[in-house]
């Protein structure tokens, strides 16, 4: 659907509601197409946007195989001079 600029404006939680139910939405301005209002997953398919956060830790090395304890060695000496 076409929606005009001003109209875009007056009307924009009805154009939110298009975008989400209906697909893209274009904005026009003296009938020039501007811009696209699109549903955010959509966006992010476009973008190739990688899985959510929760999924990224997921994907790290595995902690378990990592030796985690703290050195007991003292800290090197400096010359503060």
Known sequence: MLWQVQEAKQRFSELLRAALSEGPQV????GEEI???????????????????KEFLRSG????????????????????D
Do not use: C
Not at 27 to 30: D, F, K, P, S
Not at 35 to 53: E, K, M, P, T
Not at 62 to 80: A, I, K
């Open 35 to 53: 811009a696209v209002v699109i549903d955010i997953s959509y966006f992010h398919q476009l973008r190739g946007d990688a899985d959510d956060f």
């Open 61 to 80: 090395p595995d902690l378990d195989d990592l030796d985690l304890t703290r050195s007991r060695d003292f800290p090197r000496e400096t010359d503060w």
């Open 27 to 30: 904005v026009t301005r003296h």
